[in-house]
């Protein structure tokens, strides 16, 4: 069974400063990946997706996220955090069939 | 674009009453999932529709919770009797699969407290 882990369950970063949210997954082949993000009071929203190809991906907001199939792992980062990206991050693995697994979340703060 | 549209946003019940939550799911997707979230739990998948079919409905936390899905652009998530402990955000999602690989569109979401 797929299943996947996000081991910061709150993160505070200072404005301006860089950020990398950790995802590891488990998952026996090549997985879908996807980071969304919710802001409080707000459903989920996709920020990026990997299904093939570059391993590098580029999302909305100034986000981007690496997959490293050695690692078992698709981390996001941004270069330069800004206070409207305190939210709670959620990273997902998608199998062969139609459903996604979550994993618990990372909550961002942003200190100015 | 309409995304997905959830009714009501916010519903406030007494324990034993019948919740209906609706949900409308993006036109053209055939696809559509049920989520519930809660802060000791996160998210968690109830039961999902493909073609309007239910394929797995094994999050279903019990036989008070059912879900229908009459046709493409329409689904409802009822709780009966509703209990104190169903208090949480009830997500719905659709996807169009499999040419969208697995990504989902969340609506924004149902806020459920039962008294």
């Known amino acids: 069974a797929q299943s996947v882990t996000q081991p910061d369950i709150h993160i505070t970063v200072s404005e301006g400063a860089s950020l990398e949210l950790r995802c590891n997954y488990s998952?026996?082949?090549?997985?879908?990946l996807f980071w969304y993000v919710q802001s409080p009071g707000q459903g989920l929203q996709l920020l990026l997706k990997?299904?093939?190809?570059?391993?590098l991906v580029q999302g909305i907001k100034g986000f981007e996220a690496e997959f490293k199939r050695s690692q078992s792992s698709f981390n996001l980062r941004k270069p330069s955090v800004h206070w409207s990206d305190a939210a709670e991050y959620f990273c997902a693995v998608g199998n062969a069939g139609n459903m996604l697994t979550f994993g618990g979340g990372t909550r961002l703060m942003v200190k100015p | 674009d309409a995304g997905v549209i959830q009714s009501p946003r916010h519903e406030v019940t007494e324990m034993g009453q019948e919740v209906t939550l609706r949900c409308k799911p993006i036109?053209?997707?055939?696809?559509l999932f049920w989520y519930r979230q809660t802060m000791m739990r996160g998210l968690e998948l109830l039961i999902y529709?493909?073609?309007?079919?239910?394929?797995?409905d094994s999050g279903m936390p019990e036989d008070r919770f059912s879900a229908k899905m009459p046709n493409a652009s329409f689904s409802t998530l009822k709780i009966q009797p509703s209990e104190p402990r169903d208090s949480a955000v009830y997500f719905c999602?659709?996807?169009?699969?499999?040419?969208?690989?697995?990504?989902?569109?969340f609506g924004p979401g149902t806020r459920l407290t039962v008294l």
């Open positions: 998952y026996g082949a090549t997985p879908y």
């Open positions: 529709f493909n073609n309007n079919v239910p394929i797995d």
């Open positions: 990997y299904f093939s190809g570059d391993t």
């Open positions: 999602a659709s996807s169009l699969w499999p040419s969208g690989g697995n990504e989902q569109f």
């Open positions: 036109s053209g997707h055939n696809s």
